[in-house]
């Protein structure tokens, strides 16, 4: 049976709960146990999906087909381990299921209430899969405190009372403000954050305090005094250049054997840190470094392209280059000529994104990338972006466009190369959709496998015929035109086992130019970089030498 650590925040939100989350998984690994990581977020939606990028940040996409909170991207990335539709809920998700059983009359005429309803339909959820790993890391969204949030903590002290002792700890995450003016570091807002916790019957076993400036021992001592806890497991977390510094980082300070500590679990395993030492090898020692521009809608927030940021690093780490990665408004492109913008780039990207805004300057980018031969990377509405320039451009359909424009607009403006996605084929059976079915949970999501036309240049990157991968779309490339777009030379060199879906296109006599339907990000890690994002990068570096 697995031993729980519920990871909670204080004081302010953002400050790093994921990542604390993740790179303790990483360093639990490293000792050789296997984890869990799952996330409960507060917030009555559902799940992300229908929020937009600007509100919430990227979704993150499971091979089951959950859209999910980007910290899942986090614990992937740093755990390898494949996060499944169980390792996220949030309150609205929650609910639901106890409205869905009073409705089916499961709980036989009772008063639903939240407690026991609530707090016990959450147990249920914790309780999943808990004799799969060695450790279960369960992370709560928000601060203690939150309204939304009572709920989750009441579970939580319900959950580890049940337990038998030692079973569950509780790592506590708070800021250290430091104050110019006295030129100090301040305690007391941590104090008040483990007073609001113990409040609701929880008290933190390993405190661990982000502050900008190194702790000193009299501050550390006098936490560990007023909140209760071991000094050894008072755990500096200090500002880092990257994200991958965090398992080595959170090492040096004592975090896993604090942890471990807690638990009782002596003499500890020793850990093997080669994997996360051969990371920042790389990151800290390039052999060059290549510009690329992302060509986007939401590029005013760089969480909205998270998975796609670190995919790029990754990319960089295979090729021993420093990725130099600049976020431009595809906007930009409706009102002014690309070329003066991207001419100095060694590469271009175009991610995914939804509805017109912005689409116009996001083919002028693919058009410039396919005129310049500059690699090209295009995913989901960049690879359909990429068709419709074709299609205008070369093969001379003038009008084409998407079926998602014209519903958008209310009009039809467009021959539709790109439509929208009415059936396909998951597993055994067909799935069908309408146009006016709800937002929410709706689109082609999770892992669908995907057949390589041999010779092709993905077939290369790959070194295979036969791919699976993760999706998140509900317009889809329209066939009727692919032998006129072949004949031009685009090919569709990836297709859906029963060859009705494209999921690859790319330009035949181009150096390096290809669009997936798919999001190859979401699979990426820094010791196992995406081949598609490798051989991106590597054409960028010979794009680089080129010039």
């Known amino acids: 049976m697995a031993r729980y650590i519920f990871i909670t925040g204080g004081v302010v939100s953002s400050l790093g709960k994921g990542l604390a989350s993740a790179a303790l998984g990483a360093l639990l690994q490293a000792r050789g146990y296997t984890v869990r990581l799952r996330k409960l977020d507060p917030y009555l939606n559902v799940d992300p999906g229908t929020m937009s990028p600007f509100e919430h940040g990227e979704v993150f996409v499971t091979d089951d087909g959950a859209e999910t909170d980007l910290d899942l991207g986090h614990y992937e990335r740093f755990t390898g381990v494949a996060a499944r539709r169980t390792d996220s809920v949030s309150s609205g998700r929650i609910y639901s299921t106890v409205?869905?059983?009073?409705?089916?009359?499961?709980?036989?005429?009772?008063?639903?209430?939240?407690?026991?309803?609530?707090t016990n339909e959450i147990k249920d959820f914790l309780s999943i899969g808990e004799d799969e790993v060695d450790f279960m890391l369960c992370e709560i969204g928000g601060t203690v405190g939150d309204i939304e949030g009572l709920p989750f903590f009441e579970a939580?002290?319900?959950?580890?009372?049940?337990?038998?002792?030692?079973?569950?700890?509780?790592?506590?995450?708070?800021?250290?403000?430091?104050?110019?003016?006295s030129g100090e570091l301040k305690t007391k807002p941590t104090q008040h954050s483990v007073k609001e916790l113990q409040s609701i019957g929880l008290a933190p076993d390993v405190l661990v305090c982000r502050s900008e400036h190194p702790i000193p021992e009299r501050e550390r001592e006098k936490i560990a005094l007023f909140c209760n806890v071991r000094k050894e497991a008072v755990i500096a977390a200090y500002d880092l250049k990257s994200i991958y510094q965090?398992?080595?980082?959170?090492?040096?300070?004592?975090?896993?054997?604090?942890?471990?500590?807690?638990?009782?679990?002596?003499?500890?395993?020793?850990?093997?840190?080669?994997?996360?030492?051969?990371?920042?090898d790389r990151l800290e020692h390039p052999e060059g470094e290549v510009k690329v521009a992302v060509v986007g809608k939401y590029t005013q927030l760089e969480d909205a392209y998270k998975s796609i940021a670190e995919a790029l690093t990754h990319g960089?780490?295979?090729?021993?280059?420093?990725?130099?990665?600049?976020?431009?408004?595809?906007?930009?492109?409706?009102?002014?000529?690309?070329?003066?913008?991207?001419?100095?780039?060694?590469?271009?990207?175009?991610p995914g994104g939804f509805g017109e805004r912005g689409t116009e300057g996001m083919i002028a980018a693919a058009k410039f990338?396919?005129?310049?031969?500059?690699?090209?990377?295009?995913?989901?509405?960049?690879?359909?972006?990429?068709?419709?320039?074709?299609?205008?451009?070369v093969a001379k359909v003038e009008d084409a466009g998407s079926e998602e424009f014209d519903h958008e607009a209310g009009r039809k403006r467009f021959t539709p190369?790109?439509?929208?996605?009415?059936?396909?084929?998951?597993?055994n059976h067909v799935v069908e959709r309408k146009v006016t079915d709800d937002k929410g949970g709706t689109m082609r999501l999770g892992a669908y496998t995907a057949h390589l036309a041999p010779g092709s240049l993905v077939s290369d990157v790959y070194g295979a015929t036969q791919i699976e991968e993760r999706h998140r779309h509900r317009y889809e490339v329209d066939t009727a035109f692919r032998e006129k777009l072949e004949t031009c030379g685009l090919c569709f060199s990836g297709m859906s086992p029963d060859g009705r879906l494209p999921e690859i296109v790319e330009w035949k006599d181009h150096p390096w130019f290809i669009g997936v339907q798919f999001h190859p990000e979401l699979k990426s890690k820094p010791f196992a970089p995406h081949p598609l994002f490798a051989g991106f990068v590597k054409a960028a570096v010979e794009s680089a030498r080129l010039v």
């Open 99 to 118: 409205l869905e059983k009073e409705r089916r009359g499961d709980y036989l005429g009772k008063t639903i209430q939240v407690i026991p309803h609530v």
């Open 156 to 181: 939580i002290r319900q959950f580890t009372h049940e337990r038998p002792r030692g079973q569950c700890i509780l790592m506590h995450l708070t800021l250290l403000p430091y104050l110019a003016a």
């Open 246 to 280: 965090a398992p080595l980082a959170y090492h040096k300070e004592g975090l896993d054997q604090a942890v471990l500590d807690a638990f009782g679990i002596s003499p500890a395993p020793k850990p093997n840190l080669s994997r996360w030492h051969d990371v920042m």
């Open 316 to 350: 960089g780490m295979a090729n021993r280059v420093r990725v130099r990665a600049e976020w431009v408004s595809s906007e930009l492109f409706e009102r002014e000529d690309p070329a003066p913008y991207l001419e100095d780039f060694d590469a271009i990207l175009v």
């Open 369 to 393: 990338a396919r005129e310049h031969n500059v690699p090209y990377l295009g995913i989901c509405l960049g690879m359909q972006l990429a068709v419709i320039e074709a299609s205008r451009n």
């Open 417 to 427: 190369v790109v439509y929208h996605l009415r059936e396909w084929v998951q597993g």
